[in-house]
């Protein structure tokens, strides 16, 4: 496989670089702009005298900043926010079972990471980047450093040998041992640099991060090799400009070094791409991308033709921000000039002060009465500054955005609020968009990184049996897809009322597990432990379909479910792809159900003897609705008298068999045949390939 130099990798950077140059400043100046640092900041008191002077030169202007633009933005990423929170994946094929449960696995994964990682808080972060500076960016990626803290390692000497001390006990060196863990590094769109021939930032062949490191930092990362040990000492006489948003300024950098991340998506080249961490002179590291995931998502905010870089719209705003800050500051500049009023005195004249009374204070003038010249208020910019806040507040389409809401009933609410959406979904499905990459790429990773002690605590105990099969799924394009999922409290209302009402309407005539399944989809009722006893039968026999699936032979209870788990059983050999299986696994399907048709059929033998056992006859007497011949007299009949523990027999066990009946009745013809068969032969052999034993 070819490879790049440093000197292919220089070109390809400054060329990249040299195309963007003007993105990249107006990006800049976005983020001062957004922070309210409209103008060049002067840090000599001399300039803050300019307010109290009464005289200002041309060379002295006094600059205000009204910054509607942090307004109009901070708009947009509300919006932004409560339109697309998250995403959440779902089944490609709904009516698969391993795509529901490949898709639950991953959707308990995600809803982890982002309580570990605290997306939601990121999401903000995101957000902004994505409305002020026009795009948004992060990098996944393992890291062995990041995760829960494990010990140290345990010090070697050269030979690698491990060392003890004087009791036997190892000695522990200085390096930390952690868990390790995928981490979401942000990326700003000024340090995201493009191949210079692209058209889109997705078809480009590669992209570069590039950052700031300082150089002892560097020197821990790369360890004893002395090679690259040289290259960090030739790049300590370096010195960078780094841009210092504090200062609208480019300051010097000293003892760091530009540290520069070039991914390779995969292609010809690079069929499972690949990565170069490199400083100006070397190659640092260097290799395959880890599992041919390409780990930067990206996405812009505004398109542009004939370029692959996207726009804030911060871009459409900055002539009407500057118009106002002019006007605005106009207005205070007649203030200060000519703001109080002035008394105009003809030559001779005096104006000296008069008698004082307690609220009145007097002046005498002698000679022709003086004229009262009123100051200024700059009152004649006042429309105009107006003006040019309504136009640009009615550019950036945020007008209505302050709009009330009405209370009222919660189904007509819910109505309004869908049909009262922000006009914000272009934008705000690109940014679903980000997320939905953002997940995939996460959940990629994931499946290779993740091993069974990081999984558990997402996906839970119960669920250990099937994290082989979050393991060994198929790529997530194909077995699960991810939908943007909107968890504010409006689309939440929404789901809970809608599954209260099919309860409240339907419930009657559904299952109990078909009722718990419907309680899990419920936002505000759902307490997995709350009822849990409604869903354990669905669980186990779902748990027994995957792992039958998947070639295993799970090991059966006489304390399962029978007649529920031979329904979803034969249900599952009903479906399309059963014919595709391994014939083992169809075989080792017949066998489990002819197990729990043996089952079913200890059942129904116990229930059959035991109508033969000794009837109980303790208990008070009680008369029943039942006439019998009076034995005194032949010639009338008297009501039947009958113990009352008698009377509860009979009836418990006309319950169980009338309840064995109307369960042997809901099962497929196939299966009320066989365990018939198995009542009329007497039959307590266990099937053949099950685990021997007995019951467990």
């Known amino acids: 496989m070819p490879k790049h130099k440093i000197d292919d990798l220089n070109r390809i ?48 202007k006094l600059r205000l900043t009204k910054n509607h633009i942090h307004k109009i933005s901070k708009t947009y990423i509300n919006n932004i926010v409560s339109q697309s929170p998250g995403v959440i994946p779902t089944p490609n094929n709904p009516k698969e079972l391993q795509d529901q449960k490949a898709a639950e696995l991953n959707r308990s994964v995600w809803e982890f990471a982002k309580v570990q990682h605290q997306l939601k808080i990121k999401t903000q972060s995101e957000a902004k980047d994505y409305i002020e500076i026009g795009e948004v960016a992060c990098k996944i990626f393992w890291d062995p450093n990041a995760g829960r803290f494990l010990g140290y390692e345990q010090e070697l000497d050269e030979e690698g040998s491990p060392l003890v001390d004087e009791n036997g006990e190892p000695l522990q060196s200085d390096r930390a041992v952690f868990t390790g863990d995928l981490v979401f590094e942000r990326i700003y769109g000024f340090n995201l640099i493009r191949a210079a021939e692209a058209k889109t930032m997705s078809e480009s062949p590669w992209l570069c991060n590039r950052k700031m490191i300082h150089l002892d930092d560097l020197k821990k990362i790369v360890g004893d090799d002395p090679e690259k040990q040289k290259h960090i000492v030739s790049s300590r006489d370096e010195t960078y400009f780094v841009f210092d948003s504090s200062r609208n300024s480019y300051n010097k950098a000293d003892n760091q070094a530009l540290w520069r991340e070039f991914f390779f998506r995969p292609c010809l080249l690079y069929p499972n791409g690949y990565f170069y961490i490199a400083l100006k002179d070397a190659i640092l590291f260097e290799g395959e991308l880890p599992f041919g995931v390409f780990p930067i998502v990206y996405e812009g905010f505004d398109e542009i033709a004939t370029t692959p870089r996207h726009r804030s719209i911060i871009k459409q705003l900055r002539p009407y921000q500057v118009e106002i800050n002019r006007s605005s500051s106009k207005i205070a500049e007649h203030q200060v000039t000519l703001g109080d009023d002035k008394i105009i005195l003809q030559n001779g004249s005096k104006m000296t002060s008069g008698p004082h009374a307690p609220g009145i204070r007097t002046l005498m003038v002698t000679g022709q009465q003086p004229t009262v010249l009123e100051g200024r208020t700059g009152s004649q910019y006042l429309d105009y500054v107006n003006s ?3 136009e640009m507040y009615q550019v950036a389409n ?64 119960s669920e250990y049996i099937n994290i082989e099969e979050f393991k060994r799924a198929e790529p997530l394009s194909y077995q699960i897809k991810i939908e943007p999922n909107s968890d504010d409290t409006t689309s939440l209302m929404g789901r809970h009322l809608s599954l209260n009402w099919i309860l409240q309407y339907v419930g009657q005539n559904l299952q109990r597990d078909d009722i718990g399944k419907l309680i899990r989809q419920m936002p505000f009722a759902n307490h997995e432990e709350s009822f849990s006893d409604l869903t354990i039968d669905y669980d186990m026999a779902t748990n027994i379909i995957l792992a039958l699936d998947r070639g295993d032979v799970p090991t059966p209870s006489k304390q399962d479910n029978d007649q529920y788990i031979l329904k979803r059983l034969s249900s599952r050999q009903k479906q399309t792809d059963y014919a595709l299986l391994n014939p083992q696994i169809r075989a080792n399907y017949d066998q489990m159900i002819e197990y729990y048709e043996q089952i079913s059929a200890d059942k129904a033998a116990q229930i059959k003897a035991a109508q033969s056992d000794f009837i109980p006859s303790s208990g008070a007497m009680i008369k029943v609705d039942y006439y019998i011949p009076d034995p005194n007299n032949k010639t009338r009949s008297i009501r039947a008298t009958l113990p009352a523990e008698s009377i509860d027999w009979l009836i418990k066990r006309l319950e169980e068999q009338g309840s064995a009946q109307q369960q042997l009745a809901g099962q497929t013809t196939s299966v ?13 052999m266990m099937p053949s390939g099950l685990p021997q034993g007995g019951l467990q």
Request: proline share 2%; aromatic share 10%.
């Open 13 to 60: 950077y400054s060329d990249g670089e040299q195309c963007d140059q003007d993105v990249y400043a107006e990006m800049r100046s976005n983020v001062l702009l957004a922070a309210g640092e409209h103008y060049n900041r002067k840090r000599s008191g001399w300039w803050d005298r300019i307010r109290e002077s009464r005289d200002i030169s041309n060379e002295q």
């Open 388 to 390: 040019q806040i309504a």
């Open 398 to 461: 945020v007008a209505e955005d302050s709009q009330e809401k009405e209370g009222g009933d919660p189904f007509v609410n819910l109505y309004k609020a869908v049909k009262d959406k922000k006009k914000f979904s272009i934008y705000a499905e690109k940014f679903e968009n980000y997320q939905i990459n953002k997940c995939k790429t996460y959940l990629e990773l994931a499946k290779n990184y993740f091993d069974a002690n990081m999984l558990i605590p997402a996906i839970g105990r």
């Open 672 to 684: 009320q045949a066989d365990i018939a068969r198995l009542l009329m032969n007497g039959q307590q």
